[in-house]
């Protein structure tokens, strides 16, 4: 059974909804650091050691590994076809697909380890 959007719907809704998260995320850190102006270590340590921010910022950090993913296979998909790479688009896709993955993986988990 399909879901009730196409692939093109979800990728939109994706990239959208994550664009969203890490805007709100970004403009309370900036609030955050306005109204604890001027910001001192302290605040920002005791900020972070809140398990609320925590999973805030590993939503953030999801959000914008989603919005990455989707972002670099809509690049390799229009720019790293045969019809403008000849021959050797599907291993440079191959390539770029797998470098791009690695390194957007590495850095989720990553920042997660540092995070948590």
Do not use: C, Q
């Not at 953030?60 to 809509?74: C, K, N, P």
């Not at 896709?93 to 957007?104: A, E, M, P, R």
């Amino acid at each position: 059974m399909k879901g009730i959007f196409g692939t093109g719907t979800r990728d939109f809704l994706l990239v959208r909804s994550s664009a969203l998260l890490m805007a709100s995320y970004i403009i309370f850190i900036f609030t955050f650091i306005l109204l604890h102006s001027p910001m001192e270590y302290l605040y920002w340590k005791n900020l972070f050691n809140l398990t609320w921010m925590k999973i805030l910022t590993s939503v953030f950090m999801l959000s914008f590994a989603v919005h990455t993913w989707v972002g670099t296979w809509a690049i390799g998909g229009d720019y790293l076809t045969s019809a403008i790479m000849g021959s050797l688009s599907k291993p440079i896709n191959f390539l770029y697909s797998f470098v791009t993955k690695l390194i957007i993986v590495s850095a989720l988990l990553w920042s997660l380890i540092i995070i948590w």
